[in-house]
């Protein structure tokens, strides 16, 4: 049987390809196909921040601890660059102090803390030293942006935004923190479920990936056990180009010992299953804030609604603006959104 359309394009993989993961073997050898470039990836960020330093590129000091409505962190990989600062820009369009952005450098050459910092001081870095290879292999990432986070901030939500993802209105933090302030036990919201064009999502990828894995991966049986216990259904999954989880999410993940959970380099479990399965194991809730009422546009690589109805509609981040449904390339997509925050108020 062959991978069904909507999970060849979240995968973005042939079905053979999909059908030699199933083994071992298979996944071992997709994760260093993913890992191949990644010695040159440190050699090349390490050359930039030498020059850096030579040319007397210092960034400002990091900022000092504060108290905000949301953690918003980017992970930033090789060739992001340019998209990441827009991405960056349309969160302090919207939100300003009541945000703090967060760069989790995966040594990339072209998003590390100099150019970041250079254009946007109050912006915090941290550099991953050993590249994770990009999807699905971003648990590290997330886990170092949390560790990072709690380190350094007060905050009430911890929201995950891709660099092909923009916010697309103001006042993003209070928007977010208001639809999610009517589910108590909310630990996890964002595209699930449903899309926002209507479109069911076809997570039978992560139900089939997180049974092959269970077999050899102690603390993902036990989650798995006791989410179901919880009533979790198999393979639900919130989409994580954005996402938010709650402040009792996040001490959940910590108190329950979650980010401690050592992800096998070979593993195709993704940071959104294991976050959907970690809280769900704890009894937190799982909710959509991205279907059709909702106010997150999220596909897999496109905008799923038109990009005039993200702008104006009750939408406030969209993802993703790699293409548009009227064949817009990213550079259009991400001038139109910039030309539409110029309207916004000052936040």
């Known amino acids: 049987m062959g991978v069904p359309p909507e999970v060849a394009e979240y995968v973005g993989a042939a079905p053979w390809r999909e059908w030699l993961k199933r083994f071992r073997a298979g996944r071992m050898l997709a994760a260093l196909r993913r890992r191949r470039r990644a010695p040159a990836q440190v050699v090349r960020a390490a050359v930039a921040d030498r020059r850096d330093r030579s040319a007397g590129r210092v960034p400002p000091p990091a900022p000092r601890r504060r ?18 600062l827009d991405s960056v820009e349309s969160v302090l369009a919207s939100d300003g102090e009541a945000a703090q952005v967060l760069v989790v450098d995966d040594s ?7 150019v970041v910092r250079e254009r946007f001081p109050e912006v915090d870095v941290v550099r991953n030293p050993r590249p994770s290879g990009g999807p699905p292999s971003m648990w590290g990432l997330c886990c170092l942006a949390l560790r990072r986070s709690l380190e ?3 905050f009430e939500q911890w929201v995950k935004l891709d660099t092909d993802a923009l916010v697309t209105g103001p006042g993003f933090s209070e928007q977010v923190l208001g639809r999610l302030s009517g589910h ?15 479109v069911p999502e076809d997570r039978s990828l992560h139900a089939a990936v997180l049974a092959r894995e269970c077999g050899s991966d102690r603390t ?15 393979g639900d999954v919130v989409q994580c180009g954005v996402c938010v989880v709650t402040r009792r999410g996040v001490d959940a993940l910590v108190g329950g010992g979650w980010i401690d959970w050592h992800r096998p380099w070979h593993s195709l479990v993704s940071e959104d299953l294991a976050l959907s399965l970690f809280l769900a194991a704890e009894g937190l809730e799982l909710v959509s804030i991205g279907g059709p009422d909702g106010i997150f546009a999220v596909a897999n690589k496109h905008l ?6 993200v702008a104006d509609g009750p939408w ?11 064949g817009e390339d990213e550079a259009t997509l991400r001038d139109f ?3 539409r925050r110029e309207s916004w108020p000052a936040p």
Do not use: C, I, K, N
């Open 184 to 198: 108590p036990r909310v630990g996890f919201a964002g595209s699930f479920g449903v899309r926002a064009d209507g």
């Open 67 to 84: 108290t905000v409505r949301s953690v918003v962190w980017l992970p930033a990989g090789p060739g992001s660059g340019a998209a990441l």
């Open 108 to 114: 990339s050459g072209d998003a590390r803390e100099a």
């Open 304 to 309: 799923p609604l038109p990009r005039e109805e």
């Open 220 to 234: 993902l049986a036990a989650a798995r056990e006791r989410a179901l216990g919880h009533g979790w259904r198999e």
């Open 152 to 154: 350094r901030y007060d």
């Open 337 to 339: 959104f910039r030309e």
């Open 316 to 326: 406030v981040a969209g993802h993703s603006v790699r293409a548009g449904l009227a």
